[in-house]
C-alpha cells in the first residue's frame, strides 16, 4: 500500500508544479522586480554641473517613468529644456518659468518626472540619436546652475525609478604640519651624535633611564619642540645638554638668556659628564 501510494503521489506531482508554476516563479520574481524598481540612484551635484561635470545618462523604460529629484540639495528647479521631445516627456512637481499661467512669485519646483512614449514625428525637429539632452536650470538663494543629462531609452528590466541629486560631502582641510627649523633638526642630530660618544666611552648605559630621556628629548627637539621645553619635559639639564651637543660636534652653543655661563667645553671625565643630569 505504501509504494501504491508513493507511486500515485509521485504522478500527481508534475501535474500540480504545472499548475501553480506560474504562482511559484511570480512570487519568486516579484520582491526582486519590486526592489529594482524601486532603487534610487545617488548623484553628487558636481558629477553634474560645474567645471568637473560629465554629462549623466539617464535610461527610461516604456511603462516605468523615471524622476530626477533635487530635494536633497533644497535647490529650486527654474527652467527645463528638452531638445528632443519626440520619445520623452517630462512634468515637474511645479511651475516652471516662461509658461503663462505661471505667476513670478510662484514659479520653481523640486522634481522632473520623465516617461517615454512611442516616437512622434515633429516636422523640421531631427531624431536625437545618442539621447534626448536635457538642461536643467535651479537657483538656491542666489546662486544659479545648470544640470545636464542625456536621456535614453533603457531595456530589460527597468534598474532604477529616481536618480537623487545629493550636494557634495566637503573635503576636510589637509592639516599643514609647521615645517622644522633648521636649527631644531641641527641640535637633535648633534645630541644623537654626543649620546653615541657618551654611549662609546662607557658613561651611560642604554638600559638607563638617563639614556630613555635623552631619547625621548632627541625626538621632541626634532618634531620642533623648544629646546628649554623639551629639556624640561624630559627632565635633563641643559648643562649636560650643551656637553652632549659639544661632543657631537656643534660649534656654536645658543645659551638660555637666564644664564651667564661661558660655553663649556666637552669635558672627557665620566663624572663631570653626569654631574648636571
Known amino acids: 500500500m505504501k509504494l501504491r ?7 500527481m506531482m508534475p501535474k500540480a508544479i504545472a499548475f501553480s508554476g506560474c504562482l511559484t516563479i511570480a512570487s519568486v520574481l516579484a520582491p526582486n522586480q519590486l526592489l529594482l ?3 534610487i540612484r545617488q548623484v553628487a551635484a558636481s558629477q553634474v554641473s560645474g567645471e568637473n561635470a ?3 545618462t539617464v535610461k527610461v523604460w516604456p511603462g516605468h517613468g523615471v524622476s530626477i529629484s533635487f530635494y536633497n540639495t533644497r535647490e529650486v528647479i527654474k527652467k527645463i529644456w528638452l531638445d528632443d521631445p519626440s520619445r520623452f516627456v517630462f512634468d515637474v512637481d511645479g511651475c516652471l518659468e516662461g509658461l503663462g499661467k505661471c505667476s513670478g512669485n510662484s514659479t520653481g519646483a523640486g522634481l522632473i518626472h520623465i516617461r517615454r512614449i512611442e516616437t ?3 516636422p523640421g525637429l531631427p531624431q536625437a540619436s545618442y539621447g534626448a539632452h536635457m538642461t536643467v536650470i535651479t537657483e538656491s538663494g542666489s546662486t544659479r546652475k545648470s544640470y545636464h543629462f542625456r536621456i535614453i531609452a533603457g531595456s530589460g528590466t527597468p534598474e532604477y525609478s529616481q536618480i537623487e541629486i545629493i550636494g557634495d ?3 576636510k582641510p589637509e592639516e599643514v604640519k609647521p615645517k622644522v627649523s633648521y636649527t631644531a633638526l641641527s641640535d637633535s642630530r648633534h645630541i644623537a651624535k654626543g649620546m653615541q660618544v657618551a654611549l662609546k666611552n662607557q658613561w ?3 638600559d638607563s ?5 635623552l631619547n625621548q628629548l632627541v625626538e621632541l627637539r626634532s618634531q620642533g619642540e623648544e629646546l628649554v621645553v623639551a629639556a624640561s619635559t624630559t627632565g635633563v639639564s641643559m648643562q649636560l645638554l650643551e656637553k652632549l651637543m659639544l661632543l657631537g660636534g656643534k660649534r656654536l652653543l645658543e645659551i638660555p638668556p637666564q644664564r651667564n655661563n661661558p660655553l663649556i667645553t666637552p669635558n672627557t671625565g665620566k663624572t ?3 654631574l648636571n643630569q
Open 5 to 11: 501510494y508513493i507511486a500515485s503521489f509521485s504522478l
Open 37 to 39: 524598481a524601486n532603487t
Open 54 to 56: 560629465q554629462l549623466q
Open 120 to 122: 512622434v514625428k515633429i
Open 169 to 171: 560631502t566637503p573635503s
Open 204 to 206: 651611560v648605559t642604554t
Open 209 to 213: 633611564k638617563l639614556w630613555k630621556r
Open 272 to 274: 663631570n659628564f653626569l
